[in-house]
């Protein structure tokens, strides 16, 4: 099984880390760290148009995103196990490579995969198909895993089995709240 995956929220728990940031750059505005945590999981763009961040704001959460250390992300539990079932894996994020490339080689999970698209390839951004359509030619998708609506549609677009990670939306194929139950996904998703 040749297996698409997102970044952020799907192979690492990132959010967290992003929450604290947006947290801390909002300053005044005392917002819960849950509806902040809930808005950037629809996307990052409609979470500072939701709490209208002006640019300055803006600027400086996506500066200290990428100044956060590798160890300061985590993958999820029973990743590397997952990432050892599939044939082949490959990541569509809109994280620059370099960053994603920096934290994978750190967790040692550098070698699972044979192909990246991110945020600094120019393609549009998700929900467009494009990028998803590149790997999907390139390597003969036969699911996408991701964490938000906008990391299946792509996917669902091409005719591709779809999987959300820790989120319920309906319109996925799979649904999984921990990788210890991928091997489910794998035994009643035939390949193409």
């Given at each position: 099984?040749?297996i698409?995956w997102?970044?952020?929220?799907t192979?690492?728990?990132?959010y967290p880390a992003?929450?604290?940031?947006?947290?801390k750059?909002?300053?005044?505005?005392?917002?819960?760290?849950?509806?902040?945590?809930?808005?950037?999981k629809i996307?990052?763009g409609?979470a500072?148009r939701y709490?209208?961040l002006?640019?300055?704001?803006i600027?400086?959460?996506?500066k200290?995103a990428r100044?956060?250390?590798?160890?300061?992300l985590?993958?999820?539990p029973?990743l590397?196990?997952?990432?050892?079932?599939?044939e082949?894996?490959?990541i569509?994020?809109?994280k620059?490579k370099?960053d994603?490339l920096?934290i994978l080689?750190?967790?040692k999970l550098d070698?699972?995969?044979?192909?990246?698209?991110?945020?600094?390839?120019?393609?549009?951004r998700?929900p467009h198909?494009?990028?998803?359509?590149?790997?999907?030619?390139?390597?003969?998708?036969?699911?996408?895993?991701?964490?938000r609506e906008i990391?299946?549609?792509?996917a669902?677009s091409l005719?591709i089995?779809?999987?959300l990670?820790q989120n319920?939306?309906?319109g996925?194929?799979?649904y999984?709240d921990s990788y210890?139950d991928?091997k489910?996904?794998?035994?009643?998703?035939?390949?193409?």
């Amino acid at each position: 099984m040749n297996i698409l995956w997102d970044f952020d929220g799907t192979l690492f728990d990132t959010y967290p880390a992003y929450t604290a940031i947006v947290k801390k750059v909002m300053g005044d505005m005392h917002v819960e760290d849950e509806e902040i945590f809930c808005q950037l999981k629809i996307s990052f763009g409609d979470a500072f148009r939701y709490f209208h961040l002006s640019e300055e704001r803006i600027s400086s959460i996506r500066k200290q995103a990428r100044k956060l250390a590798p160890s300061d992300l985590k993958p999820f539990p029973h990743l590397e196990d997952v990432l050892k079932l599939a044939e082949k894996n490959v990541i569509m994020t809109h994280k620059e490579k370099e960053d994603v490339l920096s934290i994978l080689s750190f967790h040692k999970l550098d070698g699972y995969f044979a192909d990246m698209l991110g945020g600094d390839d120019g393609y549009p951004r998700k929900p467009h198909p494009a990028s998803y359509q590149i790997l999907n030619e390139r390597h003969s998708i036969d699911l996408a895993v991701g964490d938000r609506e906008i990391d299946i549609l792509p996917a669902k677009s091409l005719g591709i089995k779809t999987c959300l990670f820790q989120n319920k939306t309906p319109g996925a194929d799979f649904y999984l709240d921990s990788y210890k139950d991928f091997k489910k996904i794998i035994k009643i998703s035939p390949h193409r």
